[in-house]
């Protein structure tokens, strides 16, 4: 028998062909070639109603630029919803959603359908963003062009938690904010490179060695960078020894520096 796909997602776009043309490398092809993911960038005039496949139109009130009509995302979201076994949770991609984390991400890979609407030029009338949209979401406090980007991050960074999609040696685990904290530095080959050294804890074999360096090296990446961050931690006894280790050494290193 057939297997489903974990995770279905169509995006609805007046650019089918840049969001399937992104979709065809790297972790998103694999993930759909092996059927745990299944994607469909739908082309919004498909769902225009004149003859001229419209999807968008002077602004009530004036001002310059178009806004997207609000035809064509009614008439697709409730064509894909009519299809779906289960309510698709849709998401409008927009500057004004709430910025995306990683732990939405994670709580969308478990989601089984979601629709993501992209808008363009001034953006999307609101009646769809009120009657058709579950969630919101900004990819930062920036303003691009179109929703297409915006919804490729999002599928990326969902697709590659999907259980299965990525391979063990390729693990989200460890990754930065998988547990509010950021990752650890990564060396590889040549050991000395124009006399930069990989550190002797990664070269020593020694399993036990190497993991608390890591978490003492995340711990540390994560005080000077994101100090925000720790204060959602959960962090252990151990960690809490190792950011006292760290906090002391670059205490000490402050004082050579001055004297
Ligand atoms: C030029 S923007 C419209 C911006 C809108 N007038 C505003 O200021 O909120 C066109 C489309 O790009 C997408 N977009 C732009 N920036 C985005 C961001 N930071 N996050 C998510 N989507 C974004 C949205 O789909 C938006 O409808």
């Not at 991609?93 to 732990?103: E, F, I, K």
């Not at 979601?114 to 009338?125: A, E, I, Q, S, T």
């Not at 058709?132 to 303003?143: F, M, R």
């Not at 938690?161 to 904010?177: K, Q, R, T």
Request: charged share 30%; aromatic share 6%; glycine share 6%.
């Amino acid at each position: 028998m057939e297997e489903l796909p974990l995770l279905r997602c169509d995006i609805l776009t007046i650019f089918p062909e840049m969001v399937a043309h992104a979709a065809r490398f790297g972790v998103l092809r694999r993930a759909q070639d092996s059927g745990k993911v299944s994607l469909r960038a739908i082309n919004l005039r498909d769902f225009a109603v004149d003859r001229h496949r419209t999807t968008d139109d002077y602004p009530y009130g004036g001002g310059a630029g178009m806004v997207m009509k609000p035809e064509p995302f009614f008439r697709a979201v409730r064509a894909i919803a009519a299809q779906a076994k289960e309510t698709p949770r849709v998401i409008l991609l927009t500057p004004q959603g709430r910025t995306l984390r990683q732990r939405d991400c994670e709580r969308l890979s478990l989601e089984r359908h979601l629709v993501l609407l992209c808008g363009r030029y001034k953006g999307v009338d609101e009646r769809v963003r009120t009657a058709l949209v579950d969630e919101e979401i900004s990819v930062g406090d920036y303003v691009l062009s179109g929703g297409e980007l915006p919804a490729l991050i999002l599928l990326d960074a969902v697709v590659r938690l999907v259980p299965g999609v990525l391979s063990d040696a390729e693990s989200a685990l460890g990754d930065s904010f998988s547990e509010e904290l950021l990752d650890a530095p990564y060396f590889t080959r040549p050991a000395c490179y124009e006399g930069w050294e990989v550190p002797e804890t990664l070269r020593s074999g020694n399993p036990r060695r190497i993991a608390r360096w890591r978490r003492r090296e995340a711990l540390r990446r994560t005080w000077l960078r994101r100090p925000d961050l720790l204060e959602r931690a959960a962090l252990g006894e151990e960690d809490l020894q190792l950011l006292q280790e760290v906090r002391e050494e670059h205490e000490r290193a402050l004082q050579r520096s001055l004297f």
